[in-house]
């Protein structure tokens, strides 16, 4: 799909070519040469068939089976941190709605209704799906068709993509639709993994997230803020958030405070906030420029995320 006529590669997110960066065993990772993108990406991509048998093997085996989970979901406890981080940046989440977009067994919404939020979730695997559906007051759905089938006309306050980005297809595209589905001044959080961590720069292909045959993408600062744009977000800014893992031992806390310290930490998360075009119309009567917004559909007394300065 990417590929060139000469054996070599372009990039997706924006057409220079790509060199070979690293030979997995299930495939290889191209990094595009555009010093203003340089996203990798994994050219080829496993087919639905073969993705599909890794996401039961690797995240999602059948109950009763008896095999290791080698890619765990997120703990309860890290995430609860990031909301209670989200509350102290925002104020009180209880009432806003939610989607979790690749919500996997829904730990994310389970936490998100401690606080008070009204949550949705978006799984495509059937096994991951169904132990998601059944956590109350949680609407869980196969694709965002789905949903809109379901729900026609829904907004969200809040939608998450919590070390998502990285196993889409086609991440803008998907992030564009999902952008599309926030109330006006709502906000979408990426989470995923920063290729210029020390440990991907350190294990080069024998680092887990260029093993793990479910990453199609692989993301730095640079490239995801790309992708970002390509969404159409105009607004939007990396979120620094130091989480504390509490099964780590004194000597990885004080190493992952420095790494967090130097911006080589694992982890990178970015807020990006709907901003509807503004419509300049000009009065011919007065010859004064209006800027109007585009209308907002929601209930004027509905509860709103606080819009506050991206910082
Ligand atoms: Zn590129």
Same mark, same amino acid.
């Given at each position: $799909?990417?590929?060139?006529?000469?054996?070599?590669? @372009?990039?997706?997110?924006? &057409?220079?070519?790509?060199?070979?960066? +690293?030979?997995?065993?299930?495939?290889? !990772?191209?990094?595009?040469?555009?010093?203003?993108?340089?996203?990798?990406?994994?050219?080829?991509?496993?087919?639905?068939?073969?993705?599909?048998?890794?996401?039961?093997?690797?995240?999602?085996?059948?109950?009763?089976?008896?095999? @290791?989970?080698?890619?765990?979901?997120?703990?309860?406890?890290?995430?609860?941190?990031? #909301?209670?981080?989200? @509350?102290?940046?925002?104020?009180?989440?209880?009432?806003?709605? =939610?989607?979790?977009?690749?919500?996997?067994? &829904?730990?994310?919404?389970? !936490?998100?209704?401690?606080?008070?939020?009204?949550?949705?979730?978006?799984?495509?695997?059937?096994?991951?799906?169904?132990?998601?559906?059944?956590?109350?007051?949680?609407? *869980?759905?196969?694709?965002?068709?789905?949903?809109?089938?379901?729900?026609?006309?829904?907004? #969200?306050?809040?939608? %998450?993509?919590?070390?998502? *980005?990285?196993?889409?297809?086609?991440?803008?595209?998907?992030?564009?639709?999902?952008?599309?589905? +926030?109330?006006?001044?709502?906000?979408?959080?990426?989470? %995923? $993994?920063?290729?210029?961590?020390?440990?991907?720069?350190?294990?080069?292909?024998?680092?887990?997230?260029?093993?793990?045959?479910?990453?199609?993408?692989?993301?730095?600062?640079?490239? =995801?803020?790309?992708?970002?744009?390509?969404?159409? #977000?105009?607004?939007?800014? @990396?979120?620094? *958030?130091?989480?504390?893992?509490?099964?780590?031992?004194? !000597?990885?806390?004080?190493?992952?405070?420095?790494?967090?310290? =130097?911006?080589?930490?694992? &982890?990178? #998360?970015?807020?990006?906030?709907?901003?509807?075009? *503004?419509?300049?119309?000009?009065?011919?009567?007065?010859?004064?420029?209006?800027?109007?917004?585009?209308?907002?559909?929601?209930?004027?007394?509905?509860?709103?995320?606080?819009?506050?300065?991206?910082?």
């Amino acid at each position: $799909m990417t590929r060139n006529a000469n054996g070599g590669a @372009e990039c997706p997110l924006c &057409g220079h070519a790509a060199a070979r960066h +690293l030979l997995l065993v299930h495939t290889t !990772v191209w990094r595009c040469a555009a010093p203003d993108c340089g996203l990798e990406f994994a050219v080829p991509q496993l087919d639905e068939e073969a993705l599909a048998r890794f996401y039961a093997d690797l995240y999602y085996p059948a109950n009763g089976n008896g095999r @290791e989970v080698r890619f765990e979901n997120t703990p309860d406890s890290i995430l609860r941190q990031v #909301f209670q981080k989200l @509350e102290s940046r925002f104020g009180s989440l209880g009432g806003l709605r =939610l989607l979790d977009y690749g919500c996997g067994r &829904g730990p994310l919404l389970r !936490v998100s209704l401690e606080f008070g939020m009204q949550p949705a979730g978006i799984e495509q695997d059937p096994e991951a799906r169904a132990v998601a559906a059944k956590i109350p007051g949680a609407a *869980v759905y196969q694709s965002i068709d789905d949903l809109q089938n379901a729900e026609a006309g829904a907004q #969200f306050d809040l939608i %998450t993509l919590w070390t998502v *980005v990285e196993h889409l297809r086609n991440p803008w595209a998907d992030l564009a639709r999902l952008r599309a589905l +926030l109330c006006p001044g709502g906000w979408l959080l990426i989470s %995923t $993994m920063d290729i210029r961590c020390l440990r991907a720069r350190i294990e080069r292909e024998h680092w887990e997230n260029y093993e793990n045959p479910t990453h199609l993408y692989y993301f730095d600062r640079i490239s =995801l803020a790309r992708a970002i744009r390509a969404a159409g #977000f105009s607004e939007f800014s @990396e979120w620094k *958030v130091k989480i504390s893992y509490a099964h780590h031992g004194f !000597v990885r806390r004080w190493l992952y405070r420095i790494m967090f310290a =130097l911006g080589l930490a694992d &982890g990178l #998360f970015y807020l990006c906030k709907r901003i509807d075009q *503004v419509e300049r119309t000009e009065d011919t009567t007065s010859g004064v420029n209006h800027a109007s917004a585009q209308p907002d559909q929601r209930p004027e007394d509905r509860k709103r995320i606080r819009v506050g300065p991206l910082t």
